[in-house]
């Protein structure tokens, strides 16, 4: 992968296992992946939700389960920046993994999918269970 961006989001992902302090190491992760992802300014949670899911997970119901875990982790992630919020080790842990998983993903897929491709798989998803 030759994308900038993604350079500098793998460089966050790293530094966000070593800080000592689990709070800059969730918003480290949390820069990471959205750096990678790059999810606009508007709707953010539910975007990078159902991005993440729809790369990282098939159709199904552990795709459902994916996209509430990352509304809830990045939920915390909020509570943490915008209140100074403290960090449960499971949520600092699940936030790791889950980036973790991502760029597995990525390195494996030697791609990062665009946006609007994982926006749209998501929809095909969506108007399959919708009818």
Not at 24 to 38: D, F, K, Q, V
Not at 78 to 89: E, K, T, Y
Not at 113 to 126: F, S, Y
Request: with cysteine.
């Amino acid at each position: 992968m030759d994308d900038e961006h993604f350079g500098a989001a793998f460089m966050m992902f790293d530094e966000s296992v070593w800080v000592s302090k689990p709070r800059a190491g969730l918003l480290l992760a949390w820069g990471a992946i959205e750096c990678a992802m790059r999810p606009g300014q508007r709707d953010t949670a539910k975007r990078l939700a159902r991005h993440i899911a729809a790369l990282l997970e098939p159709r199904g119901p552990n795709r459902t389960r994916l996209y509430q875990q990352v509304k809830r982790l990045y939920g915390v992630r909020g509570d943490v920046i915008h209140a100074g919020a403290s960090v449960a080790p499971d949520n600092y842990f699940e936030t790791l993994e889950l980036t973790r998983r991502l760029f597995l993903t990525c390195f494996e897929q030697s791609v990062l999918p665009a946006a609007r491709d994982l926006e749209g798989e998501w929809k095909a998803c969506e108007a399959e269970i919708h009818g």
